[in-house]
């Protein structure tokens, strides 16, 4: 059974740092999934995606939002992909999410980490 956990979320002021973990555990994410993403959803908005990761190549894409603050990174040997988030505003509180999406088109989603960004 695949299972995504996240961790690393927490409360933090304006222009301060995060770094989320999420670890997959079930199958080698290396061998069946096509790519590791990560989500937030704020309050009463949609879901959104903001970083994905190729497991192969390690290509990264990020939403305009947070493209030059955040970083997302994979240790395979690990099964954990990681977000660096850093300058971070008020904004970008919400509740992230991590997932991985498989060469077979299957989606699997972590429970997910409230990030709060608050003086």
């Known amino acids: 059974q695949v299972r995504l956990v996240e961790s690393g979320g927490g409360l933090m002021q304006p222009g301060g740092s995060l770094r989320l973990s999420c670890s997959a555990s079930?199958?080698?994410?290396?061998?069946?999934?096509?790519?590791m993403r990560w989500y937030r959803q704020a309050p009463e908005k949609e879901r959104e995606l903001i970083a994905t990761?190729?497991?192969?190549?390690?290509?990264?894409n990020y939403a305009d939002s947070v493209k030059g603050r955040f970083t997302i990174s994979r240790d395979n040997s690990k099964n954990t992909v990681y977000l660096e988030m850093n300058s971070l505003k008020p904004e970008d509180t919400a509740v992230y999410y991590c997932?991985?999406?498989?060469?077979?088109?299957?989606?699997?989603w972590g429970q997910g980490t409230q990030v709060t960004v608050s003086s």
């Open positions: 997932s991985i999406l498989t060469f077979g088109g299957s989606a699997y």
């Open positions: 079930g199958f080698p994410f290396s061998r069946y999934a096509e790519s």
């Open positions: 990761i190729s497991t192969r190549d390690g290509r990264t």
